[in-house]
């Protein structure tokens, strides 16, 4: 039987000083102190300034890089979680003709900014109660001979006001993954994806210049930042009769 957390006099058991110095630096994440990419300050001095050993800094910081918050980089010291996906042109999804070939270069086009309602699977997949509305972007990759990939993003409003104001200026010139995480300090700490070939429909074939049926990529992603926090659902076509789709693991 597992014993209780109480002291002799029945009351509760003190709160350990590591898990105090924990829930401190992670509300000072949370609420900005610290953006994604910035170091944290060196555990001698946290050890000086909260009055605990070096022990207690590291096992308070150990936990918070388990739980994706923070990372480690030796000789350099603990920064904040920033988007750990590659920072490549198109950060995550990429393009070439072969192995060892580079990206190709391309332009964003944005298509459309709009509110809409939620629905289903982004209302169930973002985890949203109630009938909040989503943020639509629609946006295009283009490169000299035509269009690469036709991305649908959809996000939580509630979690992003004024997306319309704050992001739409910078998205013809970063990706929304960055935008995300310079403006509103989310970084993605990790995606989920499904890969399926499907026939293109009139809209999507109309965007990426295909004939209605021809053969595309669809991609369905999810995309996490803090806590497994969902905050992102993206539906993504390509044509991959020229470029095929790269990972590198």
Do not use: H
């Not at 298509?111 to 629609?138: I, Y």
């Not at 739409?168 to 970084?187: D, N, R, S």
């Amino acid at each position: 039987m597992a014993r209780s957390k109480t002291n002799q006099r029945g009351g509760k058991a003190p709160i350990p000083a590591y898990y105090k110095l924990q829930m401190e630096l992670l509300k000072g994440i949370e609420n900005g102190r610290w953006a994604p990419g910035e170091a944290i300050p060196p555990e001698r001095k946290m050890a000086e300034d909260w009055g605990v050993s070096l022990g207690t800094v590291n096992r308070a910081l150990a936990n918070l890089v388990n739980e994706g918050y923070l990372k480690r980089i030796q000789g350099k010291g603990t920064f904040v979680a920033g988007t750990t996906i590659p920072r490549e042109s198109v950060r995550y999804t990429r393009l070439r003709r072969d192995f060892g070939d580079p990206d190709p270069r391309f332009k964003i086009q944005v298509l459309s900014l709009a509110e809409v309602p939620s629905f289903e699977p982004a209302k169930r997949l973002l985890k949203m109660r109630g009938a909040g509305k989503l943020w639509e972007v629609r946006r295009l990759f283009v490169n000299r001979k035509g269009p690469l990939m036709y991305f649908i993003s959809y996000l939580p409003q509630r979690l992003f006001k004024d997306l319309d104001q704050v992001i739409a200026p910078l998205m013809e010139k970063m990706t929304l993954y960055e935008g995300i995480e310079k403006k509103y300090g989310l970084p993605t700490i990790f995606n989920q994806e499904l890969f399926s070939a499907v026939a293109a429909d009139k809209d999507v074939a109309k965007v990426l210049g295909a004939k209605v049926g021809a053969p595309v990529l669809r991609i369905e992603m999810l995309s996490f930042t803090y806590k497994e926090k969902p905050y992102e659902y993206r539906v993504s076509y390509c044509i991959t009769d020229e470029n095929k789709m790269f990972r590198e693991m």
